[in-house]
């Protein structure tokens, strides 16, 4: 079998151990002569996996008693709405940090249902760099702050978050959530869809604290509303089960591999082996993200032409490595090298880029 080295934004690749633990369970899940993807989600094996799932990610981060999970779907797109829908009360405002297009469109979201203004935006310098404390303008009374931790697109991300003071802190970590250890109880939501670090798409984890919905408005609709699902432990209505069961796989699977702090070892070592090629052929590829602000998640850069960065995704797709275009938004090229892409992936893309630079100087 040869695996695709999958530098793909998301959807994106995932540990084998979990594929093929799936591959081995499906055609009869533990005994039961059956695979999980047609079990009820009332079955005592699913509660099993569910309750697991939401259990690894409670020690992996090391949630208090007062911060919850939750399986959702609707992606985090669907956060930019329920966010505010919930948790800017009538007549008040949610402080937005704008780092690129998906705090804008959370941005967006919470004006259609709510009020939110931009406490700080990047947009002046392209994005290329997450605002400091400094330059935030926080209102005191907000809602609350929403930052994107990782900016998938641009390839920036926060290495230290802001402080907030009283104001509770929320951020979408949908493309860095546990790349590292940090402290998670100090926000009051974070939300993640799976797609990228920790699984399939078709679930959203949630990572609430609980004692915030004393505060949460009343009328919401059923589905759209964070106390149906805490109250329910994500159980309300049917839940993305499979998706949830492919999560609990990769958390295993990280857990074994170290935890978070081994994730963090590997992912620096990863992320600046890309950022020493930049340096070292700095006549040829070109990181427009400034050395602070980096991420080490999703790695951007660009090549002398438009050509050339066309050639280069095309001949590194034949020499066995996808998903290398940047977003259509911004052109140019993209690793995305999440917890699941091995350092064996990112040492062959370090060295294919040698050869194309020297091969097309
Ligand atoms: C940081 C970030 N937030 C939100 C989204 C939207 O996620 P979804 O497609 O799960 O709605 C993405 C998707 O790439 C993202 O990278």
């Not at 929320?170 to 670090?197: C, E, T």
């Amino acid at each position: 079998m040869t695996r695709t080295w999958n530098f793909y934004a998301g959807p994106a690749t995932l540990p084998l151990p979990a594929l093929e633990r799936a591959k081995a369970e499906i055609p009869d899940w533990e005994g039961t002569g059956m695979s999980v993807l047609e079990t009820s989600h009332r079955s005592k094996e699913y509660d099993a996996v569910h309750h697991r799932a939401m259990d690894l990610l409670t020690e992996l981060l090391g949630l208090d008693d007062d911060h919850q999970v939750l399986f959702l779907q609707g992606g985090a797109s669907l956060q930019f709405a329920m966010v505010p829908m919930n948790f800017v009360p009538k007549g008040g405002s949610a402080d937005y940090v704008i780092t690129g297009s998906w705090s804008s469109k959370a941005l967006k979201e919470a004006n259609i249902v709510a009020r939110g203004r931009a406490a700080a935006t990047g947009e002046p310098g392209g994005f290329t760099r997450i605002p400091g404390q400094g330059e935030l303008e926080l209102d005191p009374a907000a809602a609350y702050v929403h930052i994107t931790s990782n900016n998938t697109i641009k390839g920036t991300q926060y290495h230290d978050f802001p402080d907030t003071g009283a104001v509770p802190l929320v951020a979408d970590m949908s493309s860095d959530f546990l790349w590292r250890p940090f402290d998670a109880n100090r926000f009051h939501l974070i939300y993640a869809g799976a797609q990228k670090n920790i699984g399939p798409s078709g679930v959203t984890v949630v990572i609430l604290k609980k004692s915030w919905l004393e505060q949460a408005n009343d009328g919401i609709p059923t589905m759209l509303a964070y106390k149906t699902h805490s109250d329910k432990e994500s159980l309300y209505n049917t839940p993305p089960t499979f998706a949830i069961y492919m999560v609990r796989n990769v958390l295993e699977w990280l857990s074994d591999q170290g935890g978070l702090e081994a994730a963090e070892r590997r992912n620096r070592a990863k992320g600046d082996l890309l950022y020493g090629v930049f340096a070292e052929l700095a006549d040829f590829y070109r990181c427009p993200v400034d050395p602070g602000s980096r991420s080490y998640m999703n790695v951007v850069f660009r090549l002398p032409s438009e050509e050339l960065e066309k050639k280069f995704v095309a001949e590194a797709l034949a020499a066995g490595m996808c998903g290398l275009k940047g977003h259509r938004s911004v052109g140019g090229c993209r690793a995305s090298i999440y917890n699941a892409m091995p350092l064996e992936g990112v040492e062959v893309l370090a060295d294919f880029m040698r050869r194309f630079a020297a091969a097309n100087r």
